[in-house]
């Protein structure tokens, strides 16, 4: 439904009426027609009636449809993707025939469009006559499917339909083009924020907070897409971005923590403004792109107390603005009292702004804006988070991150122990060391087509990541693989 | 003929689709008034939830576009608002929903969520509820919605931000690059070090914090001796995680807000960006009372007042500025504005409150005197009362302006302030209120002058005795008969002696003839006896009411000539009297044996 015009959704509905009309009538056909087999032979008049009736649906649908996929998921059943209920008084002659698919490992069919009365004969009748001697029962009755000569349908494999990493290409696609959307409306909302705090109006949150809960989603599904975005390091204005980047890291640090969706919606507005207190620094100090001298580290240092100040003034006093103000004025304040600003008395750093340090930090550090005027890779930025600024954060916070980031970041540039290159685009918690990358290189070292390419998957364990690269030593605009499809 | 059937579907359907939105709407007003274990919404919900989705799969989904008064389906208008109590789009529309999608596939159980989601939404008052936000908390798979902040963010494409946020990405300065993989070795410690940034690369704030440009340790030291493969917290690890949880959850918004502020004022040398953040403290104060956490609001107010309390010499403005937050905390307007919240709220966390007042000056009384004028809830006024008597004390110059208002709650509440505070400097204030036009005053100024101990506060009670309302007079009667002595002996003795006294209902003059005779002691008998005694042309039923008053009185009268007029009574001809006084007699006895009382009269 996102991205969707009103109209757009409106007619699909209305569209899919007939669809749905259809694709159950020629359902409930179907159930009629196994049952129908169970009962009579199949030279059986009422059975061929049946057949006939079911053939003469399913060749109307599929003049239609193109194509007809039925699924089983989650006990509801699924025609090309649009739930369909059958419209049968017989409920438990359907209920039986879909254990007797469960039994066989049926997970669905697939109709191809040469189908004919006869194999769909075969089919059923083989469906209530299939013996399971043993062993994996969709792989037998598939075999005798082909056996029979029976291909113009198909079964599915029910535990193809459960793993969640089944995504198809248009799917990953369809992903990344939300996230893009996300990001680059967050992008413009932060901008939006700081231009309007500047002029010292106002904020009105439900905006930002839209785009958070878009993030949440995102995250909660699968995140590498956001994660990837939030590698970029090249854009013009980075203050905006890195607003984002942080919301990202943070709100998938939290939700890996196990905050609960409220909680996640308050971080990710908190981490989003975390810097709001920037706008009301001079324009051309944040953006100074040589390195601070000493007064202008004064200037810089005051934005948390800015911050805080700028969302007590602007934003309407509830759970978000809260967390807000609080994470504004404590992201760079250390678990242990130190930072800036200079603490009058002891407090303890409240659990947001601790995560959102984390964040901040990395990003700020594989950047090259801030600390350093140079942007590291991100396993060197995390080594140094790890060993030479442990101090600063909170431990057990900073080890999640860690785990989150893995080994092999999202975005990072690696080569491949057969020399080829390629991208990170997704950690795999349970195997860190084999993320699943793009490939942009070849052995030879030439630009390809970048193609997906899963280390994990067990036809690829003969490569392994050799090392990190960095991207500007060989001329590479990572960016531009990472804002494409 | 197709045709006709579709067309007439559709107009049954589109029928079907009203009635099920006019019940949705009848069914959230239920769930807003009934309680939730009632049976009648109970019933009407598992019906409209049945319902609901059997049209929505059998429709293949519904899809609403919502207006600010109008719903419409395909189209066409199947709601419209009719004024404030049938608001079914305008709820929507004001939460910003402008499209509502029900999908193929939707359960009962998430119609009812949904439901539940409305219900909740409705007895929220709360200016910042946001039904956008708490759907989308619910997570509901097969009920979505499209707000106008999404339209709005439609309009941004996507590649235009692209070219506007980042410039570069298009550019590949390599393009058609090939890269000789095999200069570059697979093991990055045989990389040559790079030509190293000078130390000064790394700015302050980084060397701070522990950064430096040197590598972090390697080899051993390296990210994957951090990480198993198979990364889950377990055991203690699991504990840390659901303790940060909790704690997280003891988040106070309000306390954590003022205390950053608190925070924020320490840092500051400047005195403009001090006084601009005591402007800002005045505005969260505000928005702490509007959410009613009074509780909060005290601690802020009171550690403001400690730091002006405790500014050195040397930051003198620095005080004169938190003075003034001060005294705007208790000035008329806030005080006015924290009676409203006061009053819209349910219930009235009055310890809170307490607190709160507590934590204002002096210079507040006046504009808190003035609360209870305007305060609903009881408990609150009596709150209100008790800080007033407290405070007060110090200041009774400020809580007396109340005895002059023209209304008489506000009277009447002075009254009741002035008799907690009590002392002999309260009196004069009683002895104007004691003449009150309104009962209800002069009720609250005899309670008070009950508990007060004085000379003074006799005369006073005295001049109840011929008050108007028979209530207090009798109220006024069984205190002055309990306090004794000459002085309420004399005001009984005049008011029997008085024109007024015939006015009296007969109960009542019974009642003064006994308390007469309980504080006048010897010096009455002869007069009782009279009554007894007396022929007179009052009705004989009157007449002997009289007689049986007095023979009552000379029960409670504890002298020795009572008790000889008595028996004396009990040798006479007459059988009534002789029957009286041996009553009268046993009674008496009883009392004073028994230490029965003057109020044991009104039991008789």
């Known amino acids: 439904m996102e991205g969707q015009s009103v109209t757009q959704i409106t007619t699909e509905v209305g569209l899919n009426r007939e669809r749905v009309h259809a694709a159950q009538q020629m359902l409930t056909a179907f159930f009629v027609l196994a049952k129908t087999a169970r009962v009579y032979e199949t030279n059986n008049d009422s059975y061929q009636g049946q057949l006939f009736r079911f053939c003469e649906l399913l060749r109307r649908y599929m003049d239609e449809n193109f194509s007809c996929t039925v699924k089983v998921i989650k006990k509801r059943l699924f025609v090309d993707d649009q739930f369909v209920t059958v419209d049968s008084d017989d409920r438990i002659g359907v209920r039986l025939m879909l254990d007797r698919w469960h039994e066989l490992g049926i997970g669905g069919l697939v109709f191809g469009d040469a189908v004919s009365a006869e194999d769909v004969t075969a089919l059923v009748r083989l469906l209530w006559t299939f013996a399971i001697p043993g062993g994996d029962p969709f792989e037998q009755i598939s075999r005798q499917l082909a056996r029979e000569g029976i291909d113009s349908v198909s079964l599915i494999d029910i535990t193809r339909l459960n793993e969640d990493s089944d995504i198809d290409l248009e ?21 939006e924020v700081m231009l309007v705090t500047d002029r010292d109006e106002p904020i009105v949150v439900s905006r930002t907070k839209r785009i958070v809960h878009s993030v949440i989603d995102q995250v909660s599904n699968d995140g590498s897409a956001l994660m990837e975005l939030a590698s970029i390091k090249n854009f013009d204005e980075y203050t905006y971005a890195h607003s984002v980047n942080v919301s990202i890291y943070a709100l998938t640090l939290g939700f890996r923590l196990g905050l609960s969706r409220p909680e996640l919606s308050e971080l990710g507005v ?21 390195r601070f001298d000493d007064f202008d580290w004064v200037q810089m240092r005051r934005h948390p107390l800015l911050g805080a100040i700028t969302i007590a003034e602007t934003m309407r006093l509830d759970s978000h603005s809260a967390r807000a103000l609080v994470a504004a004025y404590e992201h760079h304040i250390n678990p242990d009292g130190t930072g800036y600003p200079t603490l009058s008395e002891p407090r303890q750093i409240n659990l947001y702004s601790r995560i959102i340090a984390i964040a901040d930090t990395f990003d700020a550090l594989t950047s090259g804006r801030v600390y350093i005027k140079q942007a590291i890779p991100p396993d060197e930025v995390l080594r140094k988070m790890v060993y030479q600024m442990a101090a600063k954060f909170d431990n057990f916070l900073l080890k999640l991150f860690v785990n989150i980031i893995g080994i092999y970041p999202v975005g990072s540039l690696v080569l491949l122990t057969d020399r080829s290159l390629g991208i990170v685009t997704k950690t795999n918690p349970a195997e860190l060391s084999r993320p699943e990358i793009r490939l942009i290189a070849d052995r030879d070292g030439r630009k390809t087509v970048p193609e997906w390419f899963d280390l994990a998957d067990p036809a690829n364990r003969s490569v392994d990541v050799a090392r990190c690269l960095d991207p500007d030593q060989y001329g590479i605009n990572v960016t531009k693989y990472i804002l494409s499809d | ?43 009407m919900r598992r019906s409209l939830c049945s319902r609901f989705t059997e049209i929505v799969n059998e429709f293949g989904g519904l899809a609403f576009s919502i207006q600010p008064d109008r719903i419409y389906f395909n189209k066409e208008e199947v709601f419209s608002d009719r004024g404030a109590e049938e608001r079914l789009a305008g709820l929507f529309f004001d939460a910003g929903i402008i499209q509502l999608n029900f999908l193929a596939g939707l359960s009962e ?20 509820r946001d039904l956008v936000s708490v759907l989308w908390q619910e997570q509901l798979s097969f009920i979505k919605y499209r707000t106008v902040d999404d339209l709005a963010l439609d309009e941004q ?21 090939c890269i000789d993989v095999n200069e570059i070795s697979l093991d990055e410690t045989e990389d040559e070090p790079s030509a190293s940034s000078p130390a000064s690369d790394v700015t302050e704030d980084a060397r701070q914090m522990g950064l430096s440009l040197e590598p972090a340790a390697t080899d051993n030291h390296t990210i994957e001796n951090l990480l198993t493969n198979s990364y889950t917290p377990v055991g203690e690890e699991q504990k840390e995680i659901a303790r940060l949880l909790a704690e ?21 040398n400047d005195l403009k960006p001090y006084s601009e953040t005591i402007g800002i403290c005045e505005k969260v104060l505000d928005q702490i009372l509007g959410k009613g956490e009074f509780g909060a609001a005290a601690d802020f107010v009171h550690s403001l007042r400690s730091r002006q309390e405790n500014q050195p010499s040397g930051k003198a403005n620095y005080a004169e500025r938190l003075a003034g937050f001060l005294r705007r905390a208790g000035d008329h307007e806030r005080i006015g504005r924290l009676t409203e919240i006061i009053n819209t709220q349910e219930t009235v966390d009055t310890d809170a409150v307490e607190l709160y007042l507590e934590s204002l000056g002096w210079e507040s009384l006046p504009h808190v005197t003035g609360m209870l004028g305007k305060l609903v809830s009881k408990k609150a006024r009596l709150t209100i009362c008790n800080y007033l008597a407290r405070r007060g004390v110090d200041h009774l110059g400020i809580i007396v302006n109340g005895i002059r208002d023209k209304r008489w709650y506000v009277v009447r509440n002075t009254v009741m302030i002035l008799g907690r505070i009590g002392g002999e400097r309260v009196i004069d204030f009683f002895a104007v209120t004691a003449g009150h036009s309104d009962q209800r005053v002069r009720s609250e100024t005899f309670r008070a002058l009950e508990n007060l101990k004085s000379d003074r506060v006799v005369d006073l009670l005295t001049r109840f005795l011929s ?44 009642q003064y003839l006994i308390v007469f005779s309980h504080l006048g002691g010897s010096e009455v008998t002869d007069f009782l006896d009279s009554i007894v005694s007396s022929m007179g042309w009052l009705p004989s039923a009157t007449k002997m009411r009289y007689r049986l008053a007095a023979l009552k009185g000379l029960a409670y ?41 003057i109020r044991d009269a009104d039991h008789d």
């Open chain 1, 270 to 290: 908190a981490a989003l403004f975390h810097d709001v207190g920037k706008a009301k620094l001079p324009r051309d100090l944040v953006t100074k792109p040589g």
């Open chain 2, 467 to 510: 008050d108007d309302d028979p209530d207090l007079r009798e109220m006024a009667l069984t205190t002055l008969g309990r306090i004794g002595g000459r002085g309420p002996f004399e005001a009984v003795g005049d008011v029997i002696r008085s024109q007024s006294f015939g006015s009296f209902t007969l109960e009542e003059q019974e």
């Open chain 2, 557 to 597: 009268n504890k002298s020795n000539d009572a008790e000889k007029l008595l028996l004396s009574y009990t040798r006479s001809r007459r059988k009534w009297l002789r029957d009286a006084a041996a009553a009268a007699l046993e009674y008496r006895r009883k009392l004073m044996y028994n230490g029965g009382s």
């Open chain 2, 109 to 128: 159980e998430e119609i009812d969520t949904f439901f539940g989601v409305l219900k909740n939404f409705m007895n929220d008052m709360s200016p910042e």
């Open chain 2, 248 to 268: 997280n959850r003891n988040f106070d918004p309000f306390r954590s807000v003022t205390r950053t502020l608190l925070e924020i004022l320490d840092q500051w």
């Open chain 2, 1 to 43: 003929m197709d045709d006709i059937i579709s067309e007439h579907l559709s107009q049954e359907f589109t029928s079907n689709i009203k009635l099920l939105l006019r019940d949705f709407l009848k069914l959230i007003k239920v769930l807003a008034i009934y309680p939730a274990d009632n049976p009648l919404p109970a019933k």
């Open chain 1, 171 to 191: 799917d990953r696609q369809k992903i990344r083009r939300q996230a893009r959307d996300t990001f680059f409306r967050a992008i413009r909302n932060v901008k």
């Open chain 2, 157 to 177: 494409q996507t590649e235009m931000m692209i070219r506007e946020i980042c410039s570069t990405y298009d550019e590949d300065s390599s393009s058609g690059w």
